[in-house]
């Protein structure tokens, strides 16, 4: 598939680089692209096309015995635009292969458990998709901001994360995390959106706006997460995601780059092709 439109892989432009620093990035950028929005409308409709025939591919091994798959990550503060990316993204493929899964606030059973119980049971299955909504980072931000557990705890969390990740990636899983990165301003536009709209009630919570408040802390919490969890085998990608036409193309061509990097062919016939042509001839 043709990448005039992208400088260089959308991997190598958005992977955290060494001694980045989040106050320094600007949300309204577009880093990597060499078009406007209407262009990559157009990309994106292409791109579709090759994730949607590349992940078929995942699910054929998968059904044909192979362990593979691919777990997309979403982080990002409300309305940095996780779920825009899971209607519009994971939208362009078969759902039939695709394991969503949103990540809220733990409930009482969970929160029994390890803060990795309730993830590694919904890491996707050989074959598929797996799309977390958030997800054990949350046990480093929200957690980490409003000192749920005692920082003695949640300080070891990084070091598990990447144990984690590392067997996760071991096993088959083509790990891409994205950190959806909006203005203040921003946010406050899109609330404000939620709040103009009966359509759009439903998704504003008022607590949204005291976290707000704690802006500064989150950008704090975020920072240690891309400091301490970019790993080799499990690398950030930072979306500047104040345009929304941008950060949905650049999470599809993410996705598409880590398929490719995946070679995946089409698991061969495990039956005589040639005979049962013969077989439904005479059928
Ligand atoms: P939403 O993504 O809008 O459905 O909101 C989910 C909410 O659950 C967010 O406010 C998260 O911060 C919260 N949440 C997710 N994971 C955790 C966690 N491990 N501990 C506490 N709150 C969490
Ligand atoms: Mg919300």
Known sequence: MARTRWKKPAHEVLRVPEGFRLESLDPTSTPGWKGGAK??????????????????????????????????????MDTAGKSGTVSHVIGLVDPQGVQYRGFGVPTPVELKHHFLWRIRRALPAPGYLGVFDRSHYEDVLVVRVHELVPEAIWSKRYDEINDFEAKVAAAGTV??????????????????????????YWKYEPRD???????????????????????????????????????RMAVTELLLEAFESMELGWPPADFDVEAEKERLAGA
Request: proline residues 3%; aromatic residues 8%.
């Open 209 to 247: 706006l005291d976290e707000r408040a704690l802006w500064p802390a989150y950008r704090d919490a975020y920072q240690a997460v891309f400091e301490k969890t970019s790993t080799e085998v499990a690398p950030w990608h930072i979306i500047p995601a104040n345009r929304k036409w941008y950060s």
């Open 175 to 200: 790990i891409v995390k994205v950190a959806f990165i909006i203005t203040l301003d921003e946010q406050k536009r899109r609330l404000g959106a939620r709040l103009k709209s009966a359509a759009k």
């Open 39 to 76: 262009a990559a409308v157009q990309h994106m409709a292409k791109q579709g096309v090759a994730l949607a025939d590349l992940q078929e591919r995942l699910y054929a091994d998968g059904k044909a015995g192979g362990h593979r798959s691919v777990l997309l990550v979403l982080q990002g």
